[in-house]
């Protein structure tokens, strides 16, 4: 089956620049996670879509960060300005309807890798 | 909320030989408890996982155990090659049908070498 699909890849922007990340899901899930990776860190969940809806932005730092998933399928994840410490991987994962039972595996795309200057 | 310690951060074992890697947890409500490897720049995979009603999960040379008295869990990878290089977290969430949506709390990691 296609995977998690992300991009770019790579980016590198200059602090208090702006910069939109994309992510193409699994298509069929209804739960959609970005996740932020800091080098030699565990992921960190920054927000967590169940189709449209925003279930869990508890640790996205809503002053610089916003995301959007419209009609529940792609999603954006925005940092404007960007600072130096929000350089990392951002890693789009998508799973099955949570709450739906039955297996709750998250996939991962590939990561876009941010390094701000 | 939750908090997910893991230990050790890097581990070396020859080819041929057992690696374990320990979690804790600090949420009792946590019945979910994923295995994810992450390869040098790939995505993270699952591996395996195991819920709170069993106490232990084999899958060919990787194995995980839980305590939920103590609030820990192990990864156990036997005979272990090469290709088992790569960083493992482990992960902790609660019944998403109940609350929290299933969020992952993930561990910091622990880089895996196997040398031949």
């Known amino acids: 089956e296609a995977g998690v699909a992300q991009s770019p890849r790579y980016k590198i922007i200059e602090k208090r620049q702006s910069v939109a990340f994309w992510c193409n899901p699994i298509?069929?899930?209804?739960?959609l996670y970005w996740y932020q990776q800091i080098l030699g860190q565990g992921p960190k969940l920054l927000i967590q879509?169940?189709?449209?809806?925003?279930?869990?932005d508890s640790q996205l730092p809503k002053d610089r960060f916003s995301a959007e998933r419209l009609k529940g399928v792609d999603s954006t994840l925005k940092i404007q300005p960007a600072k130096l410490e929000d350089s990392a991987v951002y890693l789009c994962?998508?799973?099955?309807?949570?709450?739906?039972?039955?297996?709750?595996?998250?996939?991962f795309g590939q990561g876009t890798r941010l390094t701000v200057v | 909320g939750e908090n997910v310690e893991q230990h050790p951060s890097t581990l070396s074992v020859q080819e041929g030989d057992s690696a374990v890697i320990k979690c804790t947890y600090s949420?009792?409500?946590?019945?979910?408890f994923p295995w994810y490897k992450q390869e040098l720049g790939k995505r993270p995979q699952l591996i395996i996982d195991?819920?709170?009603?069993?106490g232990e999960k084999k899958d060919q040379r990787i194995a995980v155990t839980l305590n939920k008295t103590a609030k820990h869990f192990s990864l156990h990878i036997t005979e272990t090659q090469p290709e088992d290089s790569a960083v493992y977290f482990c992960?902790?969430?609660?019944?998403?049908?109940?609350?929290?949506?299933?969020?992952?709390?993930f561990g910091a990691g622990t880089q895996v070498v196997v040398t031949p």
């Open positions: 994962a998508s799973s099955l309807d949570v709450r739906a039972g039955g297996d709750t595996e998250a996939f």
């Open positions: 298509s069929g899930h209804a739960t």
């Open positions: 879509f169940q189709n449209n809806g925003v279930v869990d």
């Open positions: 949420d009792s409500a946590s019945n979910y």
């Open positions: 195991i819920r709170s009603n069993v």
């Open positions: 992960a902790a969430s609660r019944d998403p049908a109940t609350d929290s949506w299933g969020k992952l709390q």
